[in-house]
Protein backbone atom coordinates (compact mmCIF):
# COMPACT_ATOMS: atom_id res chain seq x y z
CA UNK A 1 0.00 0.00 0.00
CA UNK A 2 2.90 2.49 0.72
CA UNK A 3 4.31 1.77 -2.87
CA UNK A 4 0.98 2.80 -4.79
CA UNK A 5 0.65 5.78 -1.96
CA UNK A 6 4.11 6.75 -3.66
CA UNK A 7 3.54 5.93 -6.92
CA UNK A 8 -0.18 8.83 -6.71
CA UNK A 9 2.26 12.15 -7.19
CA UNK A 10 4.41 11.05 -9.96
CA UNK A 11 1.31 9.19 -11.27
CA UNK A 12 -0.13 12.96 -11.73
CA UNK A 13 2.65 14.72 -13.29
CA UNK A 14 2.19 11.66 -16.17
CA UNK A 15 -1.13 12.08 -16.55
CA UNK A 16 -1.10 15.61 -17.10
CA UNK A 17 2.13 15.24 -19.24
CA UNK A 18 -0.11 12.40 -21.14
CA UNK A 19 -2.91 14.64 -21.16
CA UNK A 20 -0.89 17.17 -23.31
CA UNK A 21 0.05 14.40 -25.62
CA UNK A 22 -3.87 13.50 -25.92
CA UNK A 23 -5.38 17.12 -26.05
CA UNK A 24 -2.84 18.01 -29.61
CA UNK A 25 -3.43 14.52 -31.17
CA UNK A 26 -6.95 14.04 -30.82
CA UNK A 27 -7.38 17.93 -32.15
CA UNK A 28 -4.40 18.51 -34.31
CA UNK A 29 -3.16 14.84 -35.15
CA UNK A 30 0.02 16.32 -34.03
CA UNK A 31 2.40 14.31 -31.89
CA UNK A 32 3.92 17.15 -29.99
CA UNK A 33 7.60 15.83 -28.68
CA UNK A 34 7.98 19.27 -27.47
CA UNK A 35 5.61 18.40 -24.51
CA UNK A 36 8.54 17.05 -22.25
CA UNK A 37 10.11 20.33 -22.74
CA UNK A 38 7.33 22.76 -21.71
CA UNK A 39 7.27 20.74 -18.53
CA UNK A 40 10.81 21.94 -18.41
CA UNK A 41 10.02 25.60 -19.55
CA UNK A 42 7.35 25.29 -16.61
CA UNK A 43 9.68 24.43 -13.80
CA UNK A 44 12.45 27.22 -14.44
CA UNK A 45 9.55 29.69 -14.91
CA UNK A 46 8.34 28.60 -11.56
CA UNK A 47 11.87 28.88 -10.00
CA UNK A 48 11.94 32.60 -11.23
CA UNK A 49 8.58 33.17 -10.29
CA UNK A 50 8.52 31.71 -6.80
CA UNK A 51 12.63 31.60 -5.25
CA UNK A 52 14.44 34.23 -7.58
CA UNK A 53 10.93 37.15 -7.54
CA UNK A 54 9.56 35.66 -4.72
CA UNK A 55 5.79 35.72 -5.58
CA UNK A 56 3.82 33.44 -3.80
CA UNK A 57 3.34 29.88 -4.84
CA UNK A 58 -0.24 29.90 -6.66
CA UNK A 59 0.66 32.86 -8.48
CA UNK A 60 3.76 31.51 -9.66
CA UNK A 61 2.11 28.74 -10.95
CA UNK A 62 -0.82 30.93 -12.76
CA UNK A 63 1.40 32.38 -14.12
CA UNK A 64 3.85 29.92 -15.48
CA UNK A 65 0.71 28.55 -17.29
CA UNK A 66 -0.38 31.45 -18.73
CA UNK A 67 3.34 31.96 -20.14
CA UNK A 68 3.13 28.64 -21.73
CA UNK A 69 -0.20 28.79 -23.01
CA UNK A 70 0.80 31.98 -24.83
CA UNK A 71 3.81 29.61 -26.43
CA UNK A 72 2.17 26.63 -27.36
CA UNK A 73 -0.25 29.04 -29.21
CA UNK A 74 2.71 30.93 -31.08
CA UNK A 75 4.29 27.47 -31.96
CA UNK A 76 0.69 26.10 -33.34
CA UNK A 77 0.21 29.62 -34.99
CA UNK A 78 3.45 30.30 -36.16
CA UNK A 79 5.28 26.65 -37.17
CA UNK A 80 2.99 23.85 -37.18
CA UNK A 81 0.10 25.64 -38.57
CA UNK A 82 1.55 26.20 -42.06
CA UNK A 83 2.74 23.25 -42.26
CA UNK A 84 -0.39 21.63 -42.31
CA UNK A 85 -1.79 24.02 -44.69
CA UNK A 86 0.80 23.27 -47.17
CA UNK A 87 -0.35 19.40 -46.32
CA UNK A 88 3.08 18.38 -45.39
CA UNK A 89 4.02 14.91 -44.11
CA UNK A 90 3.13 14.02 -40.53
CA UNK A 91 6.89 13.07 -40.46
CA UNK A 92 7.71 16.48 -40.93
CA UNK A 93 5.42 17.92 -38.39
CA UNK A 94 6.68 15.71 -36.04
CA UNK A 95 10.35 16.43 -36.68
CA UNK A 96 9.01 20.34 -36.25
CA UNK A 97 8.21 19.64 -32.29
CA UNK A 98 11.62 17.60 -31.99
CA UNK A 99 13.09 20.94 -33.50
CA UNK A 100 11.25 22.99 -31.03
CA UNK A 101 11.96 21.03 -28.46
CA UNK A 102 15.82 21.20 -28.55
CA UNK A 103 15.10 25.18 -29.32
CA UNK A 104 13.77 25.56 -25.96
CA UNK A 105 16.46 23.15 -24.33
CA UNK A 106 19.00 25.78 -25.49
CA UNK A 107 17.14 29.00 -24.67
CA UNK A 108 16.49 27.05 -20.79
CA UNK A 109 20.49 26.57 -21.11
CA UNK A 110 21.06 30.60 -22.06
CA UNK A 111 19.12 31.64 -19.35
CA UNK A 112 19.39 29.80 -16.26
CA UNK A 113 22.86 27.65 -17.15
CA UNK A 114 23.70 23.87 -16.39
CA UNK A 115 23.00 24.18 -13.04
CA UNK A 116 20.69 22.34 -11.39
CA UNK A 117 18.27 24.21 -9.44
CA UNK A 118 15.37 23.52 -6.85
CA UNK A 119 12.50 24.70 -5.62
CA UNK A 120 11.88 24.61 -1.75
CA UNK A 121 8.41 23.28 -1.20
CA UNK A 122 5.51 25.60 -0.11
CA UNK A 123 4.03 23.05 2.35
CA UNK A 124 6.03 21.68 5.18
CA UNK A 125 8.32 18.61 4.53
CA UNK A 126 7.70 16.43 7.44
CA UNK A 127 5.49 13.21 6.57
CA UNK A 128 1.67 13.03 7.65
CA UNK A 129 1.11 9.46 9.20
CA UNK A 130 -1.64 7.01 8.62
CA UNK A 131 -1.52 4.22 10.82
CA UNK A 132 1.41 2.23 9.17
CA UNK A 133 1.44 4.59 5.96
CA UNK A 134 3.02 7.98 5.21
CA UNK A 135 2.85 10.76 2.84
CA UNK A 136 4.14 14.20 2.63
CA UNK A 137 2.15 17.50 2.18
CA UNK A 138 4.05 18.05 -1.35
CA UNK A 139 2.74 14.87 -2.31
CA UNK A 140 -0.37 15.61 -1.19
CA UNK A 141 -0.08 19.05 -2.94
CA UNK A 142 0.63 17.55 -6.11
CA UNK A 143 -2.35 15.02 -6.45
CA UNK A 144 -4.93 17.95 -4.85
CA UNK A 145 -3.69 20.24 -7.83
CA UNK A 146 -3.40 17.80 -10.83
CA UNK A 147 -6.87 16.10 -9.84
CA UNK A 148 -8.33 19.80 -9.93
CA UNK A 149 -6.56 20.50 -12.91
CA UNK A 150 -8.17 17.38 -14.72
CA UNK A 151 -11.58 18.09 -13.37
CA UNK A 152 -11.18 21.28 -14.84
CA UNK A 153 -10.27 20.07 -18.25
CA UNK A 154 -13.45 17.85 -18.19
CA UNK A 155 -16.06 21.01 -17.16
CA UNK A 156 -14.37 23.23 -19.97
CA UNK A 157 -14.39 20.14 -22.73
CA UNK A 158 -17.75 19.22 -21.70
CA UNK A 159 -19.93 22.39 -20.43
CA UNK A 160 -18.43 25.45 -22.21
CA UNK A 161 -18.59 26.47 -26.21
CA UNK A 162 -14.77 26.02 -27.05
CA UNK A 163 -14.52 22.81 -25.03
CA UNK A 164 -17.32 21.25 -27.54
CA UNK A 165 -16.01 22.36 -30.48
CA UNK A 166 -12.34 20.72 -29.70
CA UNK A 167 -14.17 17.57 -28.71
CA UNK A 168 -16.49 17.72 -32.24
CA UNK A 169 -13.10 18.60 -34.31
CA UNK A 170 -10.94 15.83 -32.56
CA UNK A 171 -14.22 13.13 -33.12
CA UNK A 172 -14.35 13.80 -36.76
CA UNK A 173 -12.10 16.92 -37.99
CA UNK A 174 -13.82 17.35 -41.45
CA UNK A 175 -17.95 16.79 -40.42
CA UNK A 176 -16.85 19.31 -37.95
CA UNK A 177 -15.92 22.16 -40.30
CA UNK A 178 -18.70 21.41 -42.70
CA UNK A 179 -20.96 22.23 -39.61
CA UNK A 180 -18.98 25.49 -39.06
CA UNK A 181 -16.42 24.58 -36.26
CA UNK A 182 -13.32 26.73 -36.74
CA UNK A 183 -11.02 23.97 -36.73
CA UNK A 184 -8.09 25.89 -36.61
CA UNK A 185 -8.74 27.57 -33.55
CA UNK A 186 -9.31 24.55 -31.74
CA UNK A 187 -5.89 23.40 -32.28
CA UNK A 188 -4.37 26.94 -31.17
CA UNK A 189 -6.78 26.09 -27.67
CA UNK A 190 -5.90 22.66 -27.54
CA UNK A 191 -1.90 23.73 -27.68
CA UNK A 192 -2.69 26.54 -24.98
CA UNK A 193 -4.00 23.64 -22.84
CA UNK A 194 -1.47 21.10 -23.21
CA UNK A 195 1.16 23.60 -22.50
CA UNK A 196 -0.36 24.85 -19.26
CA UNK A 197 -0.89 21.61 -18.12
CA UNK A 198 2.77 21.15 -18.80
CA UNK A 199 3.30 24.44 -17.15
CA UNK A 200 1.79 23.05 -14.03
CA UNK A 201 3.32 19.65 -13.93
CA UNK A 202 6.87 21.26 -13.99
CA UNK A 203 6.36 23.50 -11.30
CA UNK A 204 4.61 20.59 -9.06
CA UNK A 205 7.61 18.16 -9.68
CA UNK A 206 9.74 21.01 -9.27
CA UNK A 207 10.26 20.92 -5.37
CA UNK A 208 10.82 16.86 -5.76
CA UNK A 209 13.48 16.59 -8.33
CA UNK A 210 16.12 19.10 -9.48
CA UNK A 211 15.37 21.38 -12.37
CA UNK A 212 18.08 21.09 -15.97
CA UNK A 213 17.80 21.90 -18.69
CA UNK A 214 17.42 18.48 -20.20
CA UNK A 215 14.79 17.05 -17.65
CA UNK A 216 12.21 17.34 -20.29
CA UNK A 217 13.28 14.37 -22.21
CA UNK A 218 12.62 11.62 -19.43
CA UNK A 219 9.44 13.68 -18.44
CA UNK A 220 8.18 13.51 -21.69
CA UNK A 221 8.84 9.94 -22.74
CA UNK A 222 7.32 8.84 -20.11
CA UNK A 223 4.12 11.08 -20.40
CA UNK A 224 4.15 9.59 -24.17
CA UNK A 225 4.06 5.86 -22.53
CA UNK A 226 1.20 7.02 -20.13
CA UNK A 227 -1.04 8.04 -23.28
CA UNK A 228 -0.08 5.03 -25.29
CA UNK A 229 -1.18 2.78 -22.08
CA UNK A 230 -4.57 4.86 -21.38
CA UNK A 231 -5.38 5.27 -25.30
CA UNK A 232 -3.38 8.60 -27.19
CA UNK A 233 -5.95 10.67 -27.96
CA UNK A 234 -8.33 9.95 -25.04
CA UNK A 235 -8.60 12.08 -22.14
CA UNK A 236 -9.98 9.75 -19.74
CA UNK A 237 -7.12 7.27 -20.67
CA UNK A 238 -4.31 10.15 -20.29
CA UNK A 239 -5.79 10.04 -17.04
CA UNK A 240 -5.84 6.39 -16.04
CA UNK A 241 -2.65 5.75 -17.52
CA UNK A 242 -0.77 8.42 -16.20
CA UNK A 243 -1.74 6.63 -12.43
CA UNK A 244 -1.42 3.44 -13.80
CA UNK A 245 1.77 3.86 -15.03
CA UNK A 246 2.87 5.95 -11.53
CA UNK A 247 2.20 3.05 -9.38
CA UNK A 248 3.35 0.82 -11.76
CA UNK A 249 7.13 2.52 -11.45
CA UNK A 250 6.67 2.43 -7.73
CA UNK A 251 6.14 -1.01 -7.16
CA UNK A 252 8.55 -1.97 -9.66
CA UNK A 253 11.27 0.32 -7.98
CA UNK A 254 10.40 -1.05 -4.90
CA UNK A 255 9.96 -4.85 -5.22
CA UNK A 256 12.41 -5.04 -7.56
CA UNK A 257 14.96 -2.46 -8.36
CA UNK A 258 15.15 1.41 -8.94
CA UNK A 259 17.46 0.33 -11.60
CA UNK A 260 15.13 -1.34 -13.75
CA UNK A 261 12.13 1.09 -13.73
CA UNK A 262 12.93 2.88 -16.68
CA UNK A 263 13.29 -0.73 -18.73
CA UNK A 264 10.28 -2.36 -16.89
CA UNK A 265 7.99 0.90 -18.43
CA UNK A 266 9.36 0.54 -21.61
CA UNK A 267 8.66 -3.13 -21.53
CA UNK A 268 4.92 -2.53 -20.20
CA UNK A 269 4.55 -0.65 -23.45
CA UNK A 270 5.29 -2.78 -26.07
CA UNK A 271 3.75 -5.44 -23.81
CA UNK A 272 0.51 -2.76 -24.42
CA UNK A 273 1.45 -2.29 -28.31
CA UNK A 274 1.39 -5.74 -28.80
CA UNK A 275 -2.31 -6.72 -26.96
CA UNK A 276 -4.31 -4.02 -27.37
CA UNK A 277 -2.84 -1.11 -29.64
CA UNK A 278 -5.54 0.64 -28.53
CA UNK A 279 -4.49 1.27 -24.97
CA UNK A 280 -5.89 -0.62 -21.32
CA UNK A 281 -8.14 2.41 -21.25
CA UNK A 282 -9.79 3.02 -24.59
CA UNK A 283 -13.39 2.18 -25.72
CA UNK A 284 -13.84 1.67 -29.08
CA UNK A 285 -17.29 2.53 -30.07
CA UNK A 286 -19.37 1.64 -33.33
CA UNK A 287 -22.04 3.60 -34.96
CA UNK A 288 -24.34 2.73 -38.05
CA UNK A 289 -24.48 6.28 -40.50
Known amino acids: MQYILNGLPI ?5 LVALGFSLTYASAGVLNWAQGDIVMLGAFLGFTFFQIMNFGFSVSLCISMITLAVIGIMVQFFILRPLQKRQA ?3 NVVIATLGV ?3 MRNIALVIWGADAQIIPSPVSNN ?3 FSMLSITPQDILIIAIGILLMLILQVFLKYTTEGRALRAVAQDRYAAIVMGIDAERSDAIAFAASSALGAAAGILVAPVFFITFNMGVG ?6 VAAVIGGLGSIPGAIAGGFFLGVIESL ?3 QISSGYRDAITFALLILVLWLKPTGLFLQK ?4 V
Open 127 to 129: PIQ
Open 285 to 288: TRQK
Open 89 to 91: PEI
Open 252 to 254: AGG
Open 219 to 224: IGLKGF
Open 101 to 103: AII
Open 11 to 15: GAIYA
